[in-house]
């Protein structure tokens, strides 16, 4: 959490190899980097994480099945694999009947689970997530961290999240307060008033 222009959303190009650090070094599964420059992580950003934006960023054109698999394509996987595991991701998200509904067809809650099946897919281990609920109403916003919950519990992936929402972020098992690109408090629950998880 943090006020806009603090860092957050640089901080998460920096952990998905898109941007390169000034100093410090990541540690993610085998990879390690932080100072390197984004050619030089194209792995990290093919096998270590998942992105998901608010925008929700589908081909308008293809199926859900399809977007994900066409996100397991690009990472590498082979296409005798890809359907499979693009399948698997779906049915983790709850969209196992709507996999060949285009994303006109799809609310803005199972569009942004689609986006969530296409960062998970290729068992990633992070995914990052900027601003993840910020075009979703309430209960759809609710049910998406209810489902990074429980991608966290059962499956063992790591979620880093960007958020305004004091509230929303409480529901985080840590919140950390950026200022000027530094950490300006960690596990800020007392400090914004809210409750967390025990």
């Not at 030089?40 to 399809?66: E, T």
């Not at 996987?77 to 998200?93: F, G, I, T, Y």
């Not at 966290?152 to 200022?179: F, Q, W």
Request: glycine letters at 10%; hydrophobic letters at 40%.
């Amino acid at each position: 959490m943090g006020p806009s222009g603090c860092g957050k959303s640089t901080l998460l190009n920096i952990i998905g190899g898109l941007l390169e650090a000034d100093s410090g070094s990541i540690s993610l599964t085998e990879f390690e980097y932080g100072t390197y420059p984004p050619s030089r992580v194209v792995d990290v950003r093919r096998k270590g994480v998942g992105w998901i934006f608010q925008d929700f960023h589908l081909v308008d054109r293809l199926s859900a099945l399809d977007n994900v698999i066409f996100a397991l394509e690009l990472s590498g996987v082979p296409s005798s694999q890809a359907e499979s595991q693009a399948m698997d991701a779906l049915r983790k998200v709850g969209l196992s009947d709507r996999m060949n509904f285009i994303p006109d067809q799809l609310s803005g809650g199972q569009r942004q689970r689609v986006a969530i099946a296409r960062a998970i897919s290729g068992s990633r281990p992070l995914i990052l997530a900027d601003e993840p609920t910020g075009n979703l109403d309430v209960k759809s916003a609710e049910g998406i961290l209810d489902l990074f919950k429980e991608l966290c519990e059962d499956y063992g992936i790591s979620v880093l999240m960007v958020t305004h929402d004091p509230n929303l972020a409480s529901k985080a098992d840590r919140m950390l307060l950026l200022r000027d690109g530094v950490t300006a408090a960690s596990d800020i629950r007392s400090a914004w008033g809210v409750g967390g998880n025990s």
